[in-house]
C-alpha cells in the first residue's frame, strides 16, 4: 500500500519509480563502490559504517516523536551499542544527507515519509525487525471534547478531511517554490470534488474564531493550510499554531487549541496519545500509508538495522 502511495508521488514528481521502490528498502544492494586495494569484503564494509559515521544517527529535533522512536531503537537494538543519536533540526539533517550523498559517503538519518527527500534522492529505509518504528503509520485528527456541539460546521470538516500521500506531497512539492498558503489554494483549486465532499451540505459561519494546533514539519504544515483555506471558505477565522507534538496533544486536551490534523500513529505519537487518551476526541484518520524510520542512501550496503556492528 505504502509502495503504492510512493509511486504515484514517484509519477506526480515526474520521476523514477524506481526510486520509490528503493523508498522503500526493496531493492538490491548494490555492488561495493569501493576501489581501494585493501582487499575490503563487503562484510568488513558493513563492519566499518559504525566507525566511518562515529556510531552516529543524524536525527531532527528533539521533540519529534520520531526522535524518540529512534531512542528506543537504540535501546532495544543490541548491535546499536555505543551507537547514538544527534539531534538538531530537520534543516540541518536534510543538509546531512545531501552532503552525504555528494560525496557518496555513509549517512543514516532519521526519516519519513510522505517525503520528498525520497523523490530527491535515491534512499531506502533500513529493515526494523523489532518494529520500533512501527510498521506503516496512519495520521489522524484530534478536536478538542465540545467541539462538535460548539462548531458543529467545523467539526463536520474536519471529521471528513482525509486525502491521499499523493496530494499531501502536492502541496509540499508545490511549497517548495510558494508559500504554504498558496500552494493548499492551488490544491484546493485543482481538487474541489474532494473538497466539496468535505464541505457538502455544511452551513456558513460569521467569522467565528478557530484555532488549529499543528507540528512543525511540511507534511502537517500541508494539512494544516488545506484545512485553514477550507475552514475559511465557510466563513472561520482561522489561526494555526506551530508546537511540538507533546505540546499539540496537550493544547487539545487543555481545549487551548480546538483541533489537529497532525498526529501520527500508532507509533510516532503513540507515547503522547497515551497520555492524553479519553481528554480529547479522536475522529480517525485523514491519511494512510505514512511511514517512518531509519534512511540511508541506496549505495549503502546495509539492508537492516540489524546489519550495523556495536561498538566495540
Ligand atoms: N515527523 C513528521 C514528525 C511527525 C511528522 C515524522 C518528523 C515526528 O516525528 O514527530
Known amino acids: 500500500m505504502l509502495n503504492t502511495k510512493l509511486k504515484k508521488f514517484g509519477a506526480i514528481a515526474g520521476l523514477s519509480l524506481s526510486l520509490a521502490v528503493a523508498g522503500c528498502g526493496q531493492e538490491e544492494p548494490e555492488e561495493t563502490t569501493s576501489t581501494d586495494n585493501s582487499g575490503n569484503n563487503q562484510t568488513e564494509e558493513s563492519v566499518n559504517v559504525g566507525e566511518e559515521l562515529e556510531y552516529t544517527i543524524t536525527g531532527i529535533e528533539p521533540g519529534a516523536g520520531i526522535t524518540q522512536a529512534t531512542e528506543n531503537a537504540l535501546e532495544e537494538y543490541e548491535n546499536l551499542e555505543g551507537w547514538n543519536q544527534e539531534t538538531a533540526s ?110 457538502d451540505g455544511v452551513g456558513s459561519v460569521d467569522g467565528t474564531s478557530i484555532e488549529l494546533v499543528q507540528t512543525p514539519w511540511d507534511t502537517e504544515r500541508s494539512s494544516g493550510h488545506v484545512a485553514k483555506v477550507v475552514l475559511e471558505q465557510i466563513g472561520y477565522d482561522v489561526e494555526l499554531t506551530n508546537v511540538s507534538p507533546s505540546v499539540a496533544f496537550k493544547a487539545i486536551a487543555q481545549g487551548d487549541g480546538d483541533a489537529s490534523l497532525a498526529p501520527w500513529m500508532p507509533a510516532t505519537h503513540g507515547d503522547f496519545y497515551e497520555k492524553y487518551e479519553g481528554e480529547f476526541e479522536d475522529l480517525g484518520e485523514n491519511l494512510k500509508g505514512a511511514k517512518i524510520g531509519l534512511v540511508v542512501p541506496s549505495y549503502m550496503e546495509i539492508d537492516s538495522i540489524e546489519d550495523l556492528k556495536a561498538k566495540e
Open 90 to 199: 530537520t534543516a540541518a539533517m536534510l543538509t546531512a544527507l545531501g552532503e552525504a550523498i555528494d560525496n557518496e559517503e555513509p549517512v543514516i538519518v532519521a526519516g519519513w515519509s510522505p517525503h520528498y527527500m525520497f523523490a530527491q534522492y535515491d534512499l531506502k529505509y533500513l529493515e526494523d525487525p523489532n518494529e520500533v518504528y512501527g510498521g506503516v503509520e496512519i495520521i489522524k485528527t484530534i478536536t478538542r471534547t465540545g467541539l462538535q456541539e460548539e462548531m458543529p460546521e467545523a467539526y463536520t470538516v474536519l471529521d471528513r478531511f482525509h486525502w491521499e500521500a499523493a496530494d499531501m506531497e502536492q502541496v509540499m512539492l508545490d511549497a517548495q517554490e510558494m508559500e504554504f498558503e498558496e500552494a493548499a489554494q492551488k490544491w484546493i483549486d485543482n481538487n474541489q470534488d474532494k473538497v466539496t465532499e468535505w464541505t
